[in-house]
């Protein structure tokens, strides 16, 4: 995300400075004007190009950060300082990356940051609600607790997103392998069979003509058509990446059945299990809200959670600014109005997540195995239309006359 410089003046009427990570600079400035600031001036930080020149850098994949923050938990457990611990993670680790950045986050350390803002400046490979985490635990005197907290709901991320994965390969492998079959029948057989009916002079069935001329316009444009594809894939990130043209892409894509359905309650997994891992490390419920949102990919429900935290600071419930904004799918928003109502957000939260991974686990599942033979009987016919295509003139041409 963007990050923008800014000077300003406070409600003392002094002047105050700082950076704002946004998606664009009209959003920073409606954040700062949040924070009761008169802007006098506010840029793209040179913060930004750092960030740009570290997408084209290798990324810490969840098991490493979760490795990461395993071990530097335990170690500061048992009393062992930062620096030592990062310094004892490091000599036995050998991933060049996963080496680097330990490296940077030490250099840091001992240039007198705190950890927070240390994995911080490793621009994009810790979270931002990873970050604001370990803020807290810095501030409450129990970051080993905080980490290890951490580690665990990474792990539990980590195995959710393994689960959904593992569910969804197969269609994936089914889909490829049909039309590369496909592929190979038009590209290499087709043709031929099409070079005895040629030569036969006898009247082809509109089947095989289909058939026969759709070989040629693959053999023709096979170059053009991957050229093609390939643009269109890299011209569609660049242009998710922006964040307006990315929420209109989402709210598209939200409104068909089943990818909706796992959009949606994927990310009320992941808003459940940052909140309440930030409520738990004793983040205000303001700052937890903000951090969850934004580890939030799904926009619409990332703006919907803004929209109610600002009810929020005005002195609304939780439940009924997240009702009034319909941020939640059902079964959250009511855990969290139980929790609320009792006390145990946090739990009630962590519980919700639970059974909505346990929901979106046999829910994929089910459309795996609903999908197999549909996809199996989609192939066949495909395979059988061409077959025919080409036994037909065949038939015609060992037809003996009565």
């Known amino acids: 995300m963007p990050v923008f410089e800014y000077q300003a003046i406070n409600q003392q009427q002094k002047q105050v400075s700082g950076l704002i990570e946004s998606d664009h600079i009209k959003s920073a400035r409606?954040?700062?004007?949040?924070?009761?600031?008169?802007?006098?001036?506010?840029?793209?930080?040179?913060?930004?190009?750092?960030?740009?020149?570290n997408l084209f850098q290798k990324h810490l994949s969840m098991a490493d950060i979760a490795m990461l923050t395993r071990q530097l938990g335990s170690l500061i457990q048992a009393s062992i300082p930062v620096e030592q611990a990062l310094n004892t993670i490091l000599?036995?680790?050998?991933?060049?990356?996963?080496?680097?950045?330990?490296?940077?986050?030490?250099?840091q350390i001992l240039q007198g940051q705190s950890l927070a803002k240390s994995l911080g400046s490793n621009y994009g490979q810790f979270p931002d609600y990873y970050i604001a985490t370990v803020e807290l635990g810095e501030a409450s005197a129990k970051l080993g607790n905080v980490l290890e907290a951490l580690a665990i709901d990474i792990e539990k991320q980590q195995h959710f997103r393994a689960k959904v994965s593992a569910a969804m390969i197969y269609p994936v492998i089914?889909?490829?392998?049909?039309m590369v079959v496909v592929y190979s029948l038009l590209i290499f057989i087709v043709?031929?069979?099409?070079?005895?009916?040629?030569?036969?002079?006898?009247?082809?069935?509109e089947i095989t003509i289909f058939v026969i001329q759709l070989n040629e316009f693959l053999t023709e444009y096979s170059l053009t058509i991957l050229i093609v594809l390939l643009a269109?894939?890299?011209?569609?990130?660049?242009l998710l990446k922006k964040p307006s043209i990315k929420e209109k892409m989402q709210s598209i894509l939200v409104k068909i059945p089943v990818i909706g359905k796992i959009i949606i309650i994927t990310n009320a997994i992941r808003f459940a299990r940052t909140f309440s891992l930030l409520y738990e490390s004793g983040a205000p419920v303001i700052t937890?809200?903000?951090?969850?949102?934004?580890?939030?990919?799904?926009?619409?429900?990332?703006?919907?959670?803004?929209?109610?935290?600002?009810?929020?600071?005005?002195?609304?419930?939780?439940?009924?600014?997240?009702?009034?904004y319909n941020a939640l799918p059902p079964v959250?928003?009511?855990?969290?109005?139980?929790?609320?109502?009792?006390?145990?957000?946090?739990?009630?939260?962590?519980?919700?997540?639970?059974?909505?991974?346990?929901?979106?686990?046999?829910?994929?599942?089910?459309?795996?195995?609903?999908?197999?033979p549909i996809m199996i009987l989609i192939m066949g016919g495909v395979v059988l239309f061409i077959v025919l295509a080409m036994l037909l003139p065949i038939f015609e041409l060992n037809q003996i006359p009565l």
């Open 232 to 238: 269109l894939i890299f011209g569609s990130k660049l």
């Open 332 to 372: 959250t928003l009511y855990m969290l109005a139980s929790g609320e109502s009792s006390g145990q957000l946090a739990k009630m939260l962590n519980k919700a997540a639970q059974n909505q991974e346990n929901e979106i686990d046999h829910y994929t599942t089910k459309l795996v195995n609903t999908f197999e």
């Open 174 to 178: 089914v889909s490829v392998i049909a």
């Open 191 to 205: 043709p031929q069979i099409a070079a005895v009916f040629q030569d036969s002079g006898q009247p082809l069935p």
């Open 91 to 107: 000599q036995n680790h050998h991933k060049k990356h996963l080496v680097k950045v330990i490296k940077h986050t030490h250099s």
């Open 288 to 324: 937890a809200l903000t951090n969850s949102a934004m580890a939030l990919n799904f926009l619409p429900m990332r703006q919907a959670i803004l929209k109610a935290r600002e009810k929020v600071r005005e002195g609304s419930s939780l439940f009924l600014a997240f009702k009034q």
């Open 30 to 53: 409606t954040q700062l004007k949040e924070q009761h600031l008169t802007i006098l001036n506010i840029k793209p930080s040179k913060q930004s190009l750092k960030k740009a020149k």
